[in-house]
């Protein structure tokens, strides 16, 4: 059997489609399976470095306003439609299934033209155009969240790494600051901003630094790899660790105790299965569901939630730093981010895929 997976841009796209690779093989070695993506995007570093091969399409970005490029559109996509064929024929696909992002309109297309079944995953509560248009072209629709507003969908949960969601954060975590440089006795805040980092974050983190380290806290923080700083914290006591990226996201998540990140629909999905609460502050741009995101989780007890535009260093010690004192607090925050997540939704969308294939 061969299985085409199309999902580019974002970790967001990309890490759910390896997610269900990786299941995939796990039931069935012998599957063929292969990555359709642009240049444009992470897939070119993501996928190959999980060992799958990946084939590369051009991008076609649809323009949200009636402008000029609008007329180019027609043309290149029918130029991106035939390399998808290309690639379907090349492998003799079975199935394709794709998760969003440029790749995907012309994959959903490319497989209708092909007469190959069709499977949707969409992790957002709002699904992005190309997710609403291949929900129209097929009945297999799953989704990463309840409520998402695509017709005939299944709720499922996002698909997520293994290392993710088999990870036990309090048998793990000594070993995980180790891996750090970080104390084992400390409490200890995680901060990132998504695959990309964030600005606001990371400038409002830095200068609360020093009064979280003042109050016996040591931070890990993830800038991004597209991200500098104009002056790193001292070094010292507690430990402010400062780095580019990070490729082991698990440890990250097994040293810290409390996270500050953005809310996009994969840290959701990830930080909720492995049970670590958080401080949201979801991107300002876009649709608006990175808030929908965090507001589920904050109503269910597992976070709390910041606008982008009243992050501060103030905020985060007058709201952060009273949680990370009190492991009573942090506890029970736990366990409630854990009661909303899924672990299971790599296995269940790889058996629904080779179901509907044969």
């Not at 780095?243 to 959701?268: E, F, K, N, Q």
């Not at 979801?282 to 992050?311: F, K, T, W, Y």
Request: with cysteine; proline share 8%; hydrophobic share 45%.
């Amino acid at each position: 059997m061969r299985v085409v997976l199309a999902g580019g841009g974002t970790a967001g796209h990309i890490e759910p489609a390896l997610a269900l690779a990786d299941a995939l093989r796990h039931l069935d070695p012998s599957i063929g399976i292969t990555c359709v993506g642009t240049d444009r995007g992470l897939e070119t570093r993501l996928v190959p470095a999980r060992g799958y091969e990946l084939e590369l399409v051009p991008a076609v970005p649809l323009p949200r306003a009636i402008t000029p490029s609008l007329l180019t559109v027609p043309g290149r996509l029918a130029g991106a439609i035939n390399a998808v064929s290309a690639i379907l024929d090349r492998v003799k696909a079975d199935i394709l299934v794709g998760f969003g992002g440029y790749v995907a309109t012309p994959a959903y297309l490319a497989a209708r033209r092909r007469g190959l079944p069709i499977v949707v995953h969409e992790a957002n509560p709002r699904p992005g155009l190309a997710n609403r248009l291949g929900a129209r072209l097929t009945e297999h629709v799953f989704t990463g969240y309840p409520d998402a507003a695509l017709p005939k969908a299944h709720y499922i949960g996002t698909p997520l790494r293994r290392e993710i969601v088999t990870l036990d954060r309090l048998s793990t975590g000594d070993k995980a600051r180790s891996w750090f440089g970080l104390e084992n006795d400390r409490p200890t805040l995680l901060v990132f901003g998504g695959s990309q980092g964030a600005r606001s974050i990371n400038q409002a983190a830095l200068a609360a630094a020093p009064a979280l380290r003042a109050a016996g806290m040591q931070v890990l923080h993830v800038l991004g790899p597209k991200n500098t700083v104009e002056q790193e914290p001292p070094p010292g006591d507690p430990q402010y660790v400062l780095l580019p990226y990070v490729d082991r996201m698990d440890l990250a998540y097994a040293a810290a105790d409390l996270a500050l990140c953005r809310s996009g629909a994969l840290t959701c999905a990830e930080l909720t299965a492995v049970g670590l609460p958080a401080a949201y502050a979801p991107l300002p741009h876009g649709s608006g569901e990175q808030r929908i995101n965090a507001e589920r989780i904050v109503q269910g007890g597992g976070g709390l939630m910041v606008d982008d535009a009243d992050l501060s260093p103030d905020w985060i010690i007058q709201n952060v730093l009273p949680i990370l004192r009190d492991p009573e607090r942090v506890a029970v925050m736990s366990e409630a981010a854990a009661r909303l997540g899924r672990k299971d939704a790599d296995i269940t969308l790889a058996r629904k895929v080779l179901e509907i294939a044969r």
